[in-house]
């Protein structure tokens, strides 16, 4: 039985009741199907939101008291468990949100939530592109059973929605998405190739994508040592620093309009990976929310 109990990003004394006054909406989405190995991502957006209220609520780079911004934060969602069907749901509950203008941080849940998501922003923004950061490449054409499976996300990205994307992190596919990146000449950013004592990479990136981005951003991007509590954890990824920079670079040169988090997973014992993921959402309204 899945913990859909209301917890405000931040706390109570942070959340702003009507989303009318608010600049920021957070969107908690519990949705977990046919998952590839580790269970337990359809309680992160409870684990996430739980962790963020023992956040102090000072930006310790640019001194902003996030606090202040005007967060509001959504009644918890729980879609459908027919894939297909759940992507429209959460395509239309995000739309509410799209359409005013205001950023929309989703709060996942596996990562089959992007495909929704990022419909939505295609919809209200028809020029959008999408910054993925992942240890997989989730190009698959359907896994266990699916078209709308968490490892077919950038695939229906990119054949169902016609958003382009850049790939950042990654270090795991299959011979499908080899031979699919190959042919559709997709040039990911991998985790090997980034020199951890050279930022130029990051300006790189950034250059591919359009002035409108939406972000999604898979934790297994992140290095186990970072984030352990993800279901597919990759060795060699991306450092807390590395991706906290490249949330600062994009916010200067381009319009983040709508973002997710996804597939955290609680480990007993040890409140690290929710504690970091609540701590990455919060340099996202940092460096992307217009206020």
């Not at 006054?21 to 190995?37: G, Q, R």
């Not at 996030?66 to 239309?92: C, K, V, Y």
């Not at 996804?262 to 701590?279: H, M, P, R, W, Y």
């Amino acid at each position: 039985m899945r913990n859909l109990v209301f917890v405000p990003f931040g706390g109570p004394h942070i959340h702003v009741e009507d989303p009318a006054d608010a600049a920021a909406v957070v969107l908690p989405i519990y949705y977990e199907l046919a998952p590839s190995f580790g269970t337990g991502s359809g309680e992160g957006p409870y684990h996430l939101l739980n962790a963020s209220i023992e956040l102090e609520n000072v930006d310790e780079e640019t001194f902003m008291d996030w606090s202040g911004i005007g967060i509001h934060t959504l009644q918890s969602f729980e879609p459908t468990r027919d894939p297909e069907t759940a992507m429209g749901e959460i395509r239309d509950k995000a739309a509410e949100y799209v359409a005013t203008g205001k950023f929309l941080l989703s709060v996942g849940g596996d990562h089959a939530i992007t495909i929704g998501l990022v419909e939505a922003a295609k919809n209200h923004y028809p020029d959008i592109g999408v910054l993925q950061i992942d240890a997989h490449l989730d190009l698959r054409d359907q896994y266990n059973g699916s078209r709308y499976n968490h490892a077919c996300v950038m695939r229906r990205l990119a054949e169902d929605i016609g958003v382009s994307a850049v790939h950042v992190g990654i270090r795991s596919f299959c011979t499908e998405e080899f031979g699919y990146m190959e042919t559709n000449d997709i040039r990911p950013f991998f985790a090997h190739e980034i020199d951890p004592s050279d930022s130029a990479w990051m300006e790189a990136v950034i250059d591919q994508l359009p002035e409108t981005v939406y972000v999604t951003l898979d934790l297994d991007g992140l290095d186990p040592a970072v984030i352990p509590g993800t279901g597919t954890p990759e060795p060699g990824g991306l450092t807390y620093r590395q991706v906290v920079e490249l949330i600062r670079r994009l916010g200067r040169r381009r319009r983040v309009v709508a973002a997710d988090i996804n597939e955290l997973v609680k480990i007993d014992g040890t409140q690290v990976s929710e504690f970091t993921a609540a701590k990455l959402a919060t340099k996202m309204f940092v460096n992307w929310v217009r206020v």
